[in-house]
């Protein structure tokens, strides 16, 4: 059997073009070998939950870069920093208002934490089988229902770059004392447009960035950025409670490096990948391939295939035989996710190949309803979560409780999350999607 190794060398010598993460597409981060700096917290290299040398400096001057209060290093990625976040905000209390495209880590860490969450669902307004935003109006309309909300949580950018009203949002949360919290997993470099659209910037309360995603950063390399005083106290104590005390050094490495390259060529880079960015959707739009509508990451390429007759999976497939690796497909779309990093020859690859592609058939996309009613809540989300399961049909899963986050891809809405009741409308989107089987609560 091929080790994972071999497989990973193997596929590098195909020479694929990578619009998928990490953003330093194999760019040497190191003069050194990397196996070299796989230390422990030895004199001199500092400890990250205790940190009071090199990498509180580090943090320090990513603090000062992103303009926060402060900002903690995690090498256990995003996920880690959605887990400290989530405990600072419970320290206020329990309810959180919350978008409905929440990323399962965050779904399992309201769960540990004992946070309930009330789901705020998406507006469908940035295109076809597209999860949408979450509207401003809407958290407000929750917060004056529901009075005392210690925080509301988004995630924007999504998957496919769709950003939501943060400035709105966050003005509303102020104006209501509760805290505003984002997942800004894929939009840390979002600081750096030449109009700031990053979360701490629009009055975010926190923002946790996985910076490997569109950065010069070994995966797993993030930040949790903290614009309040008094939280920030508490920040390395909230992330000790979940991460690894064995955190990797190449990784919180190459964290402290990009702060470097983001302070000598962080705007001019990405002015730069903008305007190439937008050559190629102005030849996709000149081929009657439809973009997200709305305010979008203008760094992020998502096409959708199935507006000249594609599936997104076909489309994606004539990518690969062109040499372009994509980050994501789906039934309807394909996610492309450049960076700074990418070469010349990318750039012609995928340029040609949008060029060249056929167009089976140019379709006219109806919008589907603006608002799903949410599913009945029949126990909290931890109740749900950590009750005895069994494993159904999904044909025989109706009226039954969910004992687990159900959802049919990464970047979409779940159907159903743990505690709620599988509907008949539920049950048929499962179907629909594919899935045969489900946890319920016994």
């Not at 064995?246 to 302070?263: A, F, G, H, I, W």
């Not at 190629?280 to 390429?301: E, V």
């Amino acid at each position: 059997m091929e080790s994972l190794y071999a497989s990973l060398v193997e596929y590098n010598r195909k020479g694929m073009s990578s619009f998928h993460t990490p953003g330093h597409k194999g760019v040497r981060l190191f003069d050194e070998d990397v196996w070299g700096l796989d230390l422990t917290e030895i004199p001199g290299a500092d400890s990250l939950y205790e940190a009071r040398g090199v990498l509180l400096e580090s943090e320090k001057r990513a603090a000062g870069l992103f303009g926060s209060v402060r900002t903690l290093i995690s090498a256990g990625g995003n996920t880690l920093c959605i887990q400290a976040m989530l405990r600072l905000a419970a320290l206020d209390g329990r309810l959180i208002l919350s978008g409905r495209n929440v990323h399962r880590s965050a779904v399992s860490a309201m769960a540990l934490l004992d946070i309930q969450p009330c789901w705020v669902d998406m507006a469908r307004d940035a295109g076809y089988g597209m999860p949408g935003r979450v509207k401003s109006e809407d958290i407000l309309d929750k917060l004056d229902s529901m009075g005392e909300v210690c925080a509301v949580y988004i995630t924007s950018p999504d998957y496919y770059g769709v950003l939501s009203d943060i400035k709105s949002i966050a003005r509303e949360c102020r104006d209501r004392g509760s805290h505003l919290i984002v997942d800004n997993a894929h939009g840390t470099h979002l600081k750096f447009l030449k109009n700031s659209l990053h979360p701490l910037d629009l009055g975010a309360t926190m923002s946790a960035d996985s910076a490997h995603k569109t950065l010069p950063v070994m995966t797993g390399g993030a930040w949790l950025h903290i614009s309040d005083c008094e939280l920030s106290q508490r920040a390395k104590e909230s992330m000790a409670v979940f991460g690894s005390t064995s955190p990797s050094y190449p990784v919180m490495c190459s964290l402290d490096m990009c702060l470097e390259y983001l302070k000598a060529r962080g705007y001019q880079d990405f002015e730069i990948l903008n305007k190439k960015v937008n050559s190629i959707k102005s030849i996709a739009i000149d081929k009657g391939i439809f973009l997200p509508s709305g305010t979008c990451d203008p760094t992020r390429i998502t096409l959708m295939a199935s507006s000249i007759g594609y599936s997104g999976y076909e489309f994606a497939d004539y990518m690969r035989k062109n040499k372009i690796e994509p980050e994501f497909s789906d039934e309807n779309y394909v996610v492309f996710i450049p960076s700074p990093f990418n070469s010349e020859e990318d750039w012609a690859r995928l340029e040609n190949a949008l060029c060249k592609i056929p167009i089976k058939e140019k379709r006219k996309i109806c919008e589907g309803d603006n608002y799903i009613e949410l599913p009945e809540v029949n126990m909290t989300l931890r109740e749900a979560m950590f009750s005895a399961h069994t494993l159904v049909d999904v044909e025989k899963s109706l009226g039954r409780v969910a004992g687990e986050i159900v959802c049919p891809c990464p970047p979409g809405v779940p159907v159903v999350m743990p505690g709620e009741v599988i509907g008949e409308r539920e049950k048929k989107a499962l179907e629909a999607y594919g899935v045969s089987r489900v946890h319920v609560v016994r």
